[in-house]
Nanobody, 126 residues
Framework: QVQLVESGGGLVQAGGSLRLSCAAS????????MGWFRQAPGKEREFVAA????????AYADSVKGRFTISRANRENTLYLQMNSLKLEDTAVYYC???????????????????WGQGTQVTVSS
């Protein structure tokens, strides 16, 4: 069965950096569009970034544009999210998600994705 396992979360001071990873198994990773979402306490899950199957097309939420970078290593079945210049408002549980797609178009809403990881907590302190 498909499994997505996030790692790399933790506690970091504002202005710091973290790199999240998402290890995928049970699927042909290179045939899947991948995304990162996050959910803060009391808020709805929100889109963070997405990347096409081959990595040639990416998209970001305005709130993270210029600070976060999504990437993937298809040979290693792994998705990444490099997060720099972290802000207090970046505190949330971060989820990776997958949907089978060989289209260059990207998905921005959570209901477009079929598989989800369990999430990893990112806490940014002042």
């Amino acid at each position: 069965q498909v499994q997505l396992v996030e790692s790399g979360g933790g506690l970091v001071q504002a202005g710091g950096s973290l790199r999240l990873s998402c290890a995928a198994s049970g699927l042909t990773f290179s045939s899947y569009m991948m995304g990162w979402f996050r959910q803060a306490p009391g808020k709805e899950r929100e889109f963070v970034a997405a990347i096409s199957w081959g990595g040639g097309n990416t998209a970001y939420a305005d709130s993270v544009k210029g600070r976060f970078t999504i990437s993937r290593a298809n040979r290693e079945n792994t998705l990444y999210l490099q997060m720099n210049s972290l802000k207090l408002e970046d505190t949330a549980v971060y989820y990776c998600a997958a949907v089978r797609s060989l289209s260059p178009s990207l998905a921005y809403t959570h209901n477009e994705y079929d598989y989800w990881g369990q999430g990893t907590q990112v806490t940014v302190s002042s």
